[in-house]
């Protein structure tokens, strides 16, 4: 069935450092991929996304690339700040449910 | 302001009563979701719900069970038959009919502690 791996954390950074948190997933068909972000004791909220292979989703200065080659979605932003602490999830969209990766805890250090 | 919204925030309960979380959505989305979250496990799949009067299981269905009476509605039940449901509980919605393309909107979720 679809899956969805993502790197292991906790990712420990200083301020203005640059974020990657790597995502890979395995799935039939061309599914549409997420990135989810999480504040503590929060609900999911939607960070970016991308449809289809090579759309590049973006937001609040995050970016992701819908690598079909590579079977990736690797978020990066380019100076992460202390309110970027979170825990962000990697998630694909198949059929008409999603699967979700394990999380990746982001502590980020003034 | 339109949303999820899901109440309580915090719920304690004990050991061998059921319970029911409340999700309600004003977005006029046609399908739901439960999740339930533990934590380093990520979200799993309790049950979803596409249309009025129908819902399916999902991945952990066991010990838990949901009504859509309501568009707006889609409550969850954990009953007693649950053997481990202390969690994060999740509610989510997405607009029906446009492929799987279209995100999920979370609510707040309900932190579940059965002493």
């Known amino acids: 069935g679809d899956s969805v791996t993502q790197m292991e954390g906790p990712v420990t950074l200083s301020e203005e450092a640059f974020l990657t948190i790597n995502c890979t997933y395995t799935?039939?068909?061309?599914?549409?991929l997420f990135w989810y972000v999480q504040y503590p004791g929060e609900g999911l909220q939607l960070l970016l996304k991308a449809t289809k292979a090579d759309d590049k989703g973006s937001n609040k200065g995050f970016e992701a690339t819908y690598r079909k080659e590579t079977t990736s979605f690797h978020l990066e932003k380019g100076s992460v700040q202390v309110s970027d602490s979170a825990v962000y999830f990697c998630?694909?969209?198949?059929?008409?449910?999603?699967?979700f990766g394990a999380g990746t805890i982001l502590r980020v250090k003034s | 302001d339109g949303g999820i919204t899901q109440s309580p925030k915090y719920l304690f309960r004990k050991e061998g009563q059921n319970v029911t979380l409340s999700c309600e959505q004003n977005l006029n989305h046609d399908a739901m979701y439960w999740y339930r979250q533990d934590p380093g496990q990520g979200l799993r799949l309790i049950y979803y719900?596409?249309?009025?009067?129908?819902?399916q299981k999902g991945d952990i269905a066991e010990g838990y069970s949901v009504s859509r009476e309501k568009k707006e509605s889609f409550p969850l039940t954990v009953t007693s038959a649950q053997k481990n449901p202390t969690a994060f509980y999740l509610c989510a919605s997405r607009p029906e009919g446009a492929g799987g393309g279209w995100e999920q909107f979370f609510g707040p979720g309900t932190r579940l502690t059965v002493l």
């Open positions: 998630a694909l969209s198949g059929g008409n449910k999603l699967v």
């Open positions: 719900s596409q249309i009025v009067n129908d819902f």
């Open positions: 799935a039939t068909g061309y599914p549409s």
